[in-house]
């Protein structure tokens, strides 16, 4: 609406100024042609201020109508000047700048920017639009301007001009009209409408015009100069709202087929046939006819340097293109990913050699095949879905199951792109694609490694709270021992420990190896960490029909050790030699042997054994020859980084039959001998301490267990002071003083290092008194405060009390 506006607005005042100027000829001529300069220079000026958002042929479309209009001003300005000197003539000197007006638009018609910036054909396509350029300045020169310039009989020159020039304007009409077709998709179809319509408008206009000017009707500044005006302004406006170039895939540069062959040679061929076959066909005499021939043997000349020009730069453009097929190719062949191009119908037109190896077809046998016969079955529906996706968005991405020559499958990551030709039809699709198989065999084992952990903080809180009813247990039986004495059911109650006690360090064994150790390590003996994970699967395997043989050194055999880390590589070696052996029966021995500056610990079954080309893996992350959701494949790796931190090694040894995985850690001083580990008091001491009452502060939110502690503390002298919490136990502690204090870590209110720091506040020296008891083994208070604190695991014995009390400063009273 506001380039309507403007336009009626220009109309209005360039017609109006005729109006007014009427009967004054000099002034009504500079005017309108001034009006018309303006209109003409605007042009220019719109192009040269949105040039910058126009690249390659759709840039060069734009120029080469500035090109005209800027050479049509030049020729307005010579026609406006030779008026106003003398009696008005048409053809003259400044005829061929005027026509050039015309000659841009038409040339430009070659640049087809509907097809898309096309940078890489900029060059040949501007030599193009120059030898078109030429053409017709040739055939306006050659039927207008010679003419004009030696007296001729037949048609006048004025006469031939206003021909051409309504031929000029109907081909233009008619170029811009296809082109709305041919553009009926892309974002120039409006471009080409708007200059259809001007140039539509412009034709009929002109003949109009034409009719005037023959006889000698034409006058400036009135209705018969819209014939210039619509054209141009409709120029300016399909200039100022003209799309902007966008960074997309271009098609292939031209290869040199027919068309390009034609189109580069035809104002060649056209030249030589126009001028030398009029010369014999309708001569003009002499001396016309020598500047016929002059003119033509020029134009031939420099015709023939266009097109050398042209053939050299597509030469050297496909000499480029062909180095760069080359290069793409050799990237194609040695990259890693699956390429495969197939064609339009689906025939296989090529795959590199990494497609070619993973499908296990040579590229002959691939050569006869299609899509459909190198996926897996059911996926060849696929095929049509994908296609109409690519035309419909230009891409399809998701993952295809194809079938090897042996039958077997894999699943493939993948990215498909068609591949179109100049007309913008598919002619190829191209297919890039990954083998996942390990990846997705990693995510489900990352899956897997997950749940497993959730399960063994589901088994940690489970077996804590075993451990609460396990102490129970343990200790009542214990007071009954104590008061039965020697009689009754001993031999049952001794049972009934033995079995409680064992369930209590099952417990502990799980909670080692399904929670975080802590990093602190201390001096262990090897033997005691293969009992422990013996009796940890003892039972299992031998349900499972396998024998668990234990052939331990008779000696003492100290490792300065992370307990827990190094009893999973135990279990973990277990484990694996446990799943070699499947469903068969078989034999599984834990030996462990010393040496003279390292200990050794050997897990050996008798089954099928590692193949040789699964030797060199067997301690690789994620790789694993469990199926998915049986192994996570990070055992023996992270195994092996245990053994490493320890300054040992974990290793696979030789073995005629069977599996042998051996742990070597250094060997440490010698432990200290069973039953002389705790200093105990001296008897005067111990006599000393039973002569006064010592009180004691049980802290435990599990009322069984407190109550058990109670019992146990006042059999050994101890005043008892209870309580439930952290906050009965804030209020327990007022003005008393206390010689122990049994803290549960967790407790319903609070923490045990909670209340150590309550109670630390009210007596200074409770550290020396003070007991963490736990059902956790491998659980501390987190908290520097507590470093040095004794703690007592349950399920604990009564023995195991009497140590810890040994441990700490009872004072006497």
Known sequence: MVYLLIGI????????????????????????????????????????????????????????????????????????????????????????????????????????PYLGARKSSTFHIAVDLISYAMLIGFVFAYFIMVPSVVPVSGPSPQATLLALVQMQRLVLFAGFAIGVWLAWDTPWRDTYARLAF??????FLRLVTSGAIASDRYREGTFFDLAWIVPFMCYAWAAHR???????????????????????????????????????????????????????????????????????????????????????????????????ITRADGAVEHANDACVHALGYSREELSTMTLPELLEYGFERMVGHVGAEVRTSGIWRGTLIHRRKDGTTFPASSTVVALR??????????????????????????????????????????AHEINNPLQTIIGCVELMLEEMGPVGHQRDLELVRQEATRAGQIVRNLLSFARRSAPNRAAVDLNQLARAVAALREHHLAQNNIKLQLELHPGVLPVLVNREEIQQIVLNLVLNAEHALGDSPGTITIRTDAG???????????????????????????????????????????ALGIATAHGGSLQLVDRAKGACFQLTLPAHAQLAPPGHDVPQPPAAEATKASAARRRALIVEDERPIRALLIRLLERREYEVVEAGSVAEAR???????????????????????????????????????????????????????????????????????????????????
């Open 9 to 112: 607005l220009y109309v209005a005042v360039y017609l109006g100024a005729g109006v007014l100027l009427t009967g004054h000829a000099f002034a009504e001529m500079l005017t309108s042609s001034t009006l018309l300069l303006l209109l003409a220079g605007s042009v220019c000026g719109i192009i040269l201020w949105r040039r910058r958002d126009w690249e390659g042929t759709q840039r060069l479309f734009w120029e080469a109508i500035a090109a005209g209009m800027a050479m049509w001003i030049i020729g307005q300005i010579g026609f406006t000047l030779t008026n106003l000197t003398a009696q008005r003539s048409w053809v003259q000197w400044h005829t061929m700048f005027s026509l050039s007006g015309g000659i841009g638009p038409v040339v430009a018609l070659f640049a087809r």
């Open 198 to 203: 001007g140039t539509g408008v412009g034709f």
């Open 242 to 340: 003209a799309p902007s170039s966008v960074s997309a895939p271009e098609p292939a540069p031209p290869s040199g087929g027919w068309r390009a062959v034609v189109i580069a040679t035809a104002p060649v061929l056209l030249i030589p046939l126009i001028g030398f076959g009029l010369l014999r066909v309708q001569p003009i005499g002499d001396p016309g006819d020598s500047f016929r021939l002059l003119l033509t043997t020029l134009a031939m000349v420099a015709g023939l340097g266009l097109l050398t020009l042209r053939l050299s730069a597509q030469s050297s453009e496909l000499q480029r293109a062909d180095a760069r097929v080359r290069l793409l190719a050799a990237a194609t062949e040695q990259t890693a990913d699956l390429i495969l």
């Open 421 to 462: 030709n100049r007309e913008g039809r598919i002619v190829h699709f191209v297919g890039v694609q990954r083998d996942i198989t390990e990846e997705l065999k990693l995510r489900d084992q990352l899956v897997h490694s997950e749940r497993l952990s959730a399960v063994g903080e589901l088994v940690a809180g489970v």
């Open 596 to 638: 003279e500056h390292a200990h050794s610990v050997q897990v050996i079954d008798d089954g099928p054994g590692v193949s040789a080309e699964l030797r060199g893996r067997v301690f690789e992350p994620f790789f694993t020859t469990k199926d998915v959701g049986q192994g996570t494949g990070l055992g023996l790796s992270i």
């Open 731 to 813: 209020k327990a502690s007022a003005g008393k003083t206390f010689d122990l204090v049994l803290c549960d870590v967790r407790l319903g209110d609070g923490s045990g290092i909670e209340c150590l720091r309550d109670l630390r506040t009210k007596q200074v020296d409770l550290d020396r008194r003070f007991v963490f008891v736990t059902g956790d083994v491998t659980a501390g208070s987190g908290d520097h405060d507590a470093d040095g604190i004794p703690v007592l695991t349950k399920p604990f014995t009564a023995a195991d009390l009497d140590r810890v009390l040994a441990e700490i400063e009872i004072p006497v009273g």
